[in-house]
């Protein structure tokens, strides 16, 4: 990923963008060491961006761990004490924080930044991307009508307003693949139902499913009606805020 961070950085940071709560800050910057992606650091009072990861995240006792800088000129930058901005991705979507530096130190044999856990974290996530695990029981089994094969049933994993991620067993008909549009994707979410056209935009590869007998499919949702849009938005808030209470537990 090559990043050059001054545009993105003013359209980040903005109020609009602020997560409201350390949990959600938390499961943003345990995506961005997760899938690993490029964090550019910018220290403070220098136009310049060095390149790092985020190794480990420690809400409870307030720091981050990321990789040393590279080029390693940038250590030297932000050992000076002033706070830099961080910016990567989580999910493929741009996020950032504000942060200092804390200690210099050999982590998991090699060198790494302990750094302060962010005051504030921004994300550019919309709403209708934002996707969450669904209860047991809340989201019926997911009927998929296909164009030229049998329809296929599956388990719901999580939703969004943008689409739905299920299980499903493998297929003794023609496999799903990934581009293909259905005709419908049907279920109901706490017994309001659904119907709404579909495309396969990921399908778990066969030699990981085989072993469980059932695979993952990622599934986008097309001509989405906006009551429809809106029951899931209502239904995927509450179901955030149910996790983060747990989650505080």
Not at 149 to 161: E, F, G, K, V, Y
Request: charged share 30%; aromatic share 8%; net charge positive.
């Amino acid at each position: 990923m090559v990043l050059r961070m001054s545009e993105v950085t003013r359209k980040l940071f903005k109020e609009e963008f602020r997560l409201n709560s350390d949990a959600r800050a938390e499961q943003v910057l345990q995506r961005m060491g997760r899938d690993r992606e490029t964090l550019v650091v910018i220290p403070g009072g220098h136009d310049e961006e060095y390149r790092s990861l985020v190794l480990e995240v420690n809400r409870r006792e307030g720091w981050l761990i990321i990789d040393e800088l590279q080029p390693e000129l940038g250590n030297r930058r932000i050992e000076e004490g002033l706070p830099f901005f961080a910016v990567g991705r989580a999910d493929r979507i741009y996020a950032g924080f504000q942060s200092e530096l804390l200690e210099h130190l050999v982590w998991q044999g090699y060198g790494a930044l302990r750094i302060g856990f962010p005051r504030a974290v921004f994300y550019q996530q919309r709403r209708e991307f934002f996707r969450v695990p669904v209860s047991l029981g809340d989201v019926s089994s997911v009927e998929l009508l296909r164009r030229g094969a049998a329809p296929l049933r599956a388990n719901c994993l999580d939703i969004s307003a943008s689409g739905i991620r299920v299980n499903l067993p493998l297929e003794e008909d023609l496999a799903l693949h990934v581009g293909e549009r259905l005709e419908n994707i049907r279920f109901t979410l706490q017994e309001v139902y659904m119907e709404v056209e579909g495309e396969v935009r990921y399908v778990e590869a066969w030699g990981r499913a085989t072993r469980r007998s059932v695979r993952q499919v990622g599934l986008r949702f097309l001509n989405l009606p906006a009551n429809l849009r809106e029951r899931i938005l209502q239904y995927v808030q509450r179901r955030d805020r149910e996790l983060l209470r747990g989650n505080r537990r």
